[in-house]
């Protein structure tokens, strides 16, 4: 026996990412659309802990609204955990525990975290040793962004979003989040974009049959400079996001109008990724936006993927 096979329990961090580019194209036979983003993952993150256990159990505890978060064996974390054994025939179960810090339904991934988390406590924990191509095969099959946030860092991500290449990126990105109290179907974003593209029979946000990431984007990323990069922020979805959920252009202006460099809709939203210029910047905008009763938090990015913590 190894020594990663007698571990009671293992820890697992996993980040939430933000989309600092999404560009959607058209809808698949499958259900899903083609797309090209540029992901960083961020300083957000979830806390997984796993244990032996004879069945497979999950509980949440953390800062933001949890009553969203299903219990039963749906929780994407019981799936990842299922789906590992299933690979490796291991036969008993493991009991999870999910300390959430990404918003749940926001656009950040959490629930990605917590899969792809899950992936990496439950292989340890077992000392089930799944090459890392293996663990990603079963990232995909989980949602599209769980491969990233098993990789984090900043990547681009094609097809579903699941296909990752690396991005060259220097330097801290610094971001303030603006967090809902509430949240927003992903796929009922996706549907009010196509919706919108039907009825404007794609004159005003029209389908890309081969979405790409633009230069600019890669190049801010490559520079490690801010401002370049806020010039470049783009999310198809932000406009079907902000139709579904109007308040938040109250908030984009705001954020804007107290120093942010930019705004944007994070994913399928409703949370809301400030860039601003430096460490200190971003205290002045979580003060500020603070001071307006929006509930704000600080990242910086990108960060490493979901990895062992030694406690
Ligand atoms: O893969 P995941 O479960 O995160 O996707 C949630 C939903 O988001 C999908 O069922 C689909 O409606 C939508 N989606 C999409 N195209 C993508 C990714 C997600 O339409 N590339």
């Given at each position: 026996m190894t020594a990663r096979e007698r571990r009671d329990r293992v820890h697992v961090r996993a980040p939430g990412k933000i989309n600092v580019f999404l560009k959607v194209g058209a809808l698949q036979e499958d259900g899903y659309h083609d797309l090209a983003t540029a992901y960083q993952a961020v300083s957000l993150c979830e806390e997984v802990r796993v244990s032996h256990a004879d069945d497979f159990s999950v509980s949440v505890s953390g800062p933001?609204?949890?009553?969203?978060?299903?219990?039963?064996?749906?929780?994407i974390a019981i799936r990842a955990a299922r789906l590992l054994a299933a690979r490796t025939g291991y036969r008993a179960g493991a009991r999870i525990e999910i300390e959430k810090r990404v918003p749940v339904a926001?656009?950040?991934?959490g629930g990605s975290a917590d899969a792809a988390a899950t992936l990496v406590a439950c292989d340890a924990l077992w000392g089930t040793e799944l090459p890392r191509e293996e663990l990603h095969e079963l990232a995909r099959r989980l949602g599209a962004d769980v491969p990233f946030a098993l990789t984090g860092g900043t990547a681009i991500g094609t097809g579903r979003g699941d296909e990752l290449s690396p991005a060259l990126a220097q330097g801290q990105f610094n971001w303030v989040l603006a967090l809902a109290d509430f949240g927003l179907s992903t796929p009922d974003v996706y549907r009010a974009l196509d919706e919108h593209r039907e009825r404007y029979a794609g004159d005003i946000f029209p389908a890309d049959p081969v979405p790409q990431v633009e230069a600019d984007v890669l190049q801010a990323l490559r520079a490690g400079d801010p401002h370049m990069l806020a010039e470049a922020l783009h999310n198809d979805l932000q406009a079907a996001a902000l139709q579904l959920a109007p308040g938040l252009v109250e908030v984009l202006e705001l954020g804007e109008r107290r120093g942010a460099l930019a705004g944007i809709v994070s994913g399928s939203g409703p949370t809301v990724a400030f860039l601003v210029a430096d460490a200190d910047a971003a205290l002045e905008l979580q003060v500020a936006l603070s001071a307006a009763q929006l509930e704000v938090v600080r990242a910086s990015g990108p960060v490493h993927g979901a990895r062992v913590v030694h406690d």
């Open positions: 933001v609204p949890l009553d969203q978060v299903p219990l039963d064996g749906s929780n926001g656009g950040m991934g």
